[in-house]
């Protein structure tokens, strides 16, 4: 069973505070996804990577960086926080970009900006 | 860009009904995926399809490219189907999954 661990699960910070989202995966997958869901708009992505030192930039990248340090592991760091970032954020993996192969997600951080 | 819309936003269902979740696409799509997100928050994969329908146990998904248009179908709901569902569709150039705002479905006894 594929499996995508995120942490922490709940994270308040303060407006301008530094914040570093996590997530492992052990699927040995190339593709790793932040993504942001809010109300009325879904999901929507923020960064992703096809492997360790590589980063692509999503729909929604302004104010979030991210870093793939392994192929296991891909970080996603709000430098100044902002109440406009306060979202539920969902990393994900898979094998290929599109193709036949879906994606599997982790549970999630809540994520909340004062 | 790609729209996804899907409805209905929110639904009610009685145990042992059923209903029909829709996405349209305002392009050509290549694929779309089907996602529960369970009352602890975790989304899980129901559905892959680049094509016709896959059936799996009470769940049905039909997608069809050409109209531009999926649906994800629930029979003789269960309490534990309640939930946010969404769908993803994948772009003609594989590159990109939009999502749709997701359906709040609320199974009652």
């Known amino acids: 069973e594929a499996a995508v661990t995120q942490s922490p699960r709940n994270k308040v910070t303060v407006t301008g505070g530094n914040v570093t989202l996590s997530c492992r995966q052990t699927n040995s997958h190339n593709y790793m996804y932040w993504y942001r869901q809010d109300t009325g708009h879904g999901l929507r992505l923020i960064h992703y990577s096809y492997g360790a030192g590589n980063l692509q930039i999503g729909d929604v990248p302004d104010g979030y960086k991210a870093t793939r340090t392994t192929q296991e592991d891909f970080f996603l760091l709000l430098e100044l926080a902002s109440p406009s970032q306060t979202s539920l954020y969902f990393c994900?993996?898979?094998?290929?970009?599109?193709?036949?192969?879906?994606?599997?997600f982790g549970s999630g951080t809540r994520l909340t900006v004062l | 860009g790609d729209q996804v819309e899907q409805s209905p936003s929110a639904l009610s269902l009685h145990e042992g009904t059923g209903s029909a979740l829709r996405c349209n696409f305002t392009?050509?799509?290549?694929?779309v995926q089907w996602f529960r997100k369970n009352s602890r928050g975790s989304l899980i994969n129901l559905f892959y399809l680049a094509s016709g329908t896959k059936e799996n146990g009470r769940l049905k998904s039909a997608f069809d490219s050409k109209e531009r248009y999926s649906t994800l179908h629930i029979r003789d709901a269960q309490l534990e189907d309640s939930g946010t569902y969404f769908c993803?569709?994948?772009?003609?150039?594989?590159?990109?999954?939009?999502f749709g705002i997701g359906t709040r479905v609320l199974v009652r006894p």
């Open positions: 993803a569709a994948e772009s003609s150039a594989g590159n990109k999954l939009t």
């Open positions: 392009t050509t799509m290549r694929a």
């Open positions: 994900a993996s898979s094998e290929k970009l599109g193709g036949t192969e879906t994606l599997y």
